[in-house]
């Protein structure tokens, strides 16, 4: 297949993903039996789109089932998108907001119509996205978390979980987030350190006097019930058993003794909101006090609140504030910073807020949990995460997976308006199951819907068709990899292998691979307000996806957080320029050595004559055959950035800068056996090359794959087996040794040390030079002597003279190098007075740059003002410019001796 001059990715890239799935090339189930490999996709939202830190997650994803489908396993990797209740009403109910309307408005069936509507016209935004990526999923098989089987499996658990008694409903302290009017679980309300006050209030005392609280949060102070101070502190052991004063509402409130209240902390009293802290919950309990919620579900004040009543809560607290000012009783106000939870969706700040939900028992579920960790089934990669992840589910408290909202799974339990009976159902029933009396039209449903991750949380089994038995479950459960990020381990990943081991018997999955996350070039985390972040699909579009794909690996390393900029995907850009132009030049070649099968030479059984090998093509092999051990050993510990290293240096230095610039001379002699022998070397290298980055590059390689005839046309790389490595009975064939390594290496540093002896004198890449060689011994001139053609031709030089010991030559500069030296003559090549003056020259002007700066450090003010790195920055910018005059003043001398 001819290739262009210049690679389009943009054609290239469509072109092949629509044959790959045209073909079928994703696709595999459990009847073609083989060694399974199956990973999940953690389900982007409905309402996504593709971002950095899903475009890392998913190549990771990608290259883990490329891998393993070209060793053979039978690969399944499933998709689809998680239905987002919180996010997904959100989206619709702003939509319906600008057409002047409210959910309330459509009532709840209409408006369930109306959000699977926006799914279908917008759902699939983020898995075209996934497309342009690259990835590899069997979108067959794609699965949405509101599918019918999906709630199938969702509306079994809950009925099994609830017979058992693991779920129930009861009034506790929830986090509740006012603007979308829900509950959330302890997970969904993320912690900010937030710049706020303590306001100190004073209690007045039945009788006389006060006592002061301190509090973040006075406006909940309408709902105290109680002060409680410590059953141990002196100071107040009169005062317990009695009554103080609400302030504003002029309540009586009782002094209870509690161990909860610290009395080391402030005044050691301490006032009790039962309605809205978890804590004063606790002790309300303990001692019988009624719990008055004084907020409405979006957040403003109730009638409990009295002259409150209808202000927005921070309103209420501006008030509340005033009047307590106005009436004495405030005694201070502190700075204070806290962490604040905030609504994960919407970012609201949570109110904590007494109210009926519905929890699961979490411990019965989690102790199999942990012993499936600690015993090593399911093992963290970085191991780090181990520690995380045990020390949330050993202080595991229960879920709340009830949520205030219209969009998701509605909670299958049935109440009898007759009798009251309530139970738990698989489908709506059509009687009462304890009178008998009562039909569907007495029988009400639960109104809240069940939390997203209740149904995420069945995700590896319920996507196989559980709870149907059926042979891909059987073969694919458990998965292998989970590759997520350390965000949703308590959400999503430790829920799984809860759910996992209670319905399947076993973990879900047997290694989780927790990647970073990905930030902006100065470390922050990208985000629309701060204007940093970077969009995939224009960087596929500047770049091409495998350039994409390629550069975040070559700079991620495992489960680190990932610094990008746009200029960071050059990376990938220009290594598949470097690889489309070793191409084309081995492309022009084989058109001239027609008539060969190149399919042959491009296999893992490679015949080569043994009689023709020098010790370049042994070299390469063996670093090719390095490499192959390289890749593979990264891949499978999840080392991805070395992986990529591995092929990225192979490929680029190995291959393309040493090998083929050796290989130019012997394809430049005609149509011998040697030329032959080159073109079938070189293609077995390059096939071992596009199979080690096809997981990477898979566009690319696909391509090249097919334009080096490396395979017939309905073929594809992706069914290629994955490179092996050489047998010991090959290695001693073609004579692949250590000592032939260590020569060939030695020589690549001795060109390199005589081209920088050229770059060091400015003299032009293309003048021929005179070069001399005291190599170290005799048998190293004589290897030396033999490729004398190709030194003579990689350092570009007019003459080589190779020797042994001996003085250095007068006036040569020269390098010391494990083969011996390599001297440059300079004479008749440099006009040595006028560099010399040259020379002179840069040394004054670096001197003058030093002087600046060692009277900066000089300057005591500035060394103690100054921030350490920029300190830092000027003491290496003096051992550079010093290390610059040395080297300048060296190249003087030399030049000066020559004369």
């Not at 000027?874 to 000066?896: F, G, S």
Request: hydrophobic share 40%.
């Amino acid at each position: 297949m001819a290739m262009d001059k210049h690679y389009d990715p943009a054609r290239i890239e469509e072109k092949w993903y629509a044959w790959w799935e045209a073909h079928g090339l994703f696709h595999d189930d459990a009847h073609r039996g083989g060694e399974p490999y199956a990973v999940v996709i953690p389900p982007p939202n409905v309402t996504g789109i593709l971002h950095m830190g899903h475009a890392l997650n998913n190549v990771i994803q990608d290259i883990l089932v490329r891998w393993r489908r070209m060793q053979g396993r039978n690969v399944v990797w499933m998709p689809g998108t998680d239905h987002a209740g919180i996010a997904t009403q959100n989206v619709v109910e702003k939509a319906l907001r600008k057409e002047g309307r409210s959910r309330r408005d459509l009532g709840r069936e209409a408006f369930i119509e109306r959000v699977w509507a926006w799914r279908e016209q917008y759902g699939g935004t983020i898995v075209r996205q996934l497309r342009r990526l690259g990835a590899s999923c069997d979108w067959s098989r794609e699965r949405f978390t509101m599918d019918e089987g999906l709630s199938a499996a969702v509306v079994e658990v809950f009925c099994r979980l609830y017979d058992e008694g693991l779920i129930y409903r009861g009034n506790y302290i929830v986090n509740w987030c006012p603007r979308c009017q829900t509950a959330l679980a302890d997970e969904e309300s993320e912690h900010q350190e937030t710049r706020g006050h303590l306001w100190h209030i004073r209690y007045p005392i039945a009788g006389g006097g006060f006592v002061t609280v301190a509090t973040t949060r006075p406006e909940t102070m309408l709902g105290d019930t109680a002060v409680a101070v410590n059953p141990r502190d002196t100071r107040y052991t009169g005062l317990t058993g009695g009554t103080v004063t609400l302030p504003l509402l002029n309540r009586p409130l009782r002094v209870v003794a509690d161990d909860y209240v610290d009395p080391a902390f402030g005044t050691g009293v301490v006032k009790i909101t039962p309605a809205h802290d978890p804590n004063d919950f606790l002790v309300a309990q303990r001692h019988q006090l009624e719990a008055i919620n004084v907020m409405e579900d979006d957040g403003t004040m109730n009638a409990a609140a009295g002259p409150y009543a209808g202000l927005d809560r921070f309103e209420c607290r501006k008030r509340v504030l005033a009047d307590l000012e106005a009436q004495g009783l405030l005694e201070k106000v502190e700075d204070h910073t806290h962490a604040v939870g905030h609504c994960y969706r919407c970012d609201t700040v949570v109110e904590p807020r007494l109210s009926k939900q519905w929890f699961v028992r979490m411990r019965p579920l989690a102790a199999p949990a942990i012993e499936a960790v600690r015993s090593g089934r399911v093992q963290f990669v970085p191991a780090r995460w181990e520690k995380v992840y045990l020390d949330w589910m050993e202080n595991i408290r229960d879920w709340c997976i009830s949520r205030q909202i219209w969009w998701g799974h509605r909670i299958p339990v049935y109440t009898c308006g007759r009798c009251q009976h309530t139970w738990a159902a698989r489908q709506a029933p059509e009687l009462c199951p304890a009178c008998q009396a009562a039909t569907a039209a007495d029988i009400t449903q639960d109104e809240d819907v069940l939390d997203t991750w209740f149904s995420s949380w069945l995700w590896p089994f319920s996507t196989f068709g559980w709870p149907a038995g059926n042979p891909d479950l059987k073969f694919y459960y458990p998965t292998h990899d989970l590759v997520t990020a350390s965000e949703i381990i308590f959400f999503w990943v430790a829920r799984m292998i809860m759910a996992g081991e209670k319905f399947m018997g076993a973990a879900p999955f047997r290694r989780v691979h927790i990647h970073g996350t990905v930030r902006d070039d100065q470390g922050r985390k990208m985000s629309k307000s701060l204007g940093n972040s970077l969009d995939p699909i224009e960087i596929i579009e500047r770049y091409s996806a495998d350039a994409l794909r390629f550069s975040l690996m070559m700079i991620t390393a495992t489960g680190q957080d990932v610094q990008v900029n746009l200029e960071k995907f050059e990376i990938g850009r220009n290594f598949g320029t470097k690889l489309w132009n070793a191409a084309r030049f081995m492309q022009l070649h084989m058109e001239q050595a027609s008539g060969n099968d190149w399919r042959a030479a491009a296999g893992d059984t490679a015949i080569f004559d043994p009689t023709l090998l020098t010790d370049d093509d042994r070299h390469l092999l063996e670093r090719c055959d390095a490499a192959v051990s390289a890749v593979t050993g990264h891949l499978d510990r999840l080392r991805f950035q070395d992986g990529a290293l591995a092929i990225y240096d192979f490929v680029w230095s190995s291959y393309c800068d040493w090998y083929l610039e050796y290989a130019k001379l012997d394809l430049a002699g005609g149509d011998g056996p040697r030329r032959l022998h080159l073109l079938r070397l070189m293609s077995h290298v390059f096939s071992k090359c596009l199979r080690l980055l096809h997981p990477y590059m898979p566009f690319l390689t696909e391509e090249l794959w097919h334009a080096m005839g490396y395979c017939d046309e309905m073929d594809s790389i992706m069914r290629a087996p994955w490179p092996r490595n050489f047998a010991p009975a090959e290695r001693d064939a073609w004579g692949i040794a250590p000592d032939v390594t260590e020569y060939v290496e030695a020589k690549h540093e001795l060109i390199g040390a005589g081209r920088a002896l050229r770059a060091e004198y400015g003299i032009a890449p293309g003048k021929p030079l005179r070069f001399v060689v005291q190599a170290r011994d005799l048998e190293t001139a004589r290897r030396l002597t033999r490729d004398r053609v190709s030194l003579h031709a990689l350092l570009r030089a007019e003459t080589i003279e190779i020797g042994t010991g001996g003085e250095p030559p007068r006036g040569m500069p020269g390098s010391l190098g494990k083969l011996g030296a390599i001297y440059l003559s300079l004479a008749g090549v440099v006009d040595i007075p006028a560099e010399v003056r040259r020379i002179a020259g840069e040394v004054e002007k670096s001197r003058q740059f030093l002087k600046g700066v060692e009277t900066k450090l000089a300057n005591q003010a500035f060394v103690a003002k100054a921030r350490a790195e920029v300190v830092a920055q000027q003491q290496a910018r003096r051992d550079e410019l010093l290390a610059t005059i040395e080297r300048l003043e060296k190249l003087a001398r030399t030049l000066l001796a020559v004369e």
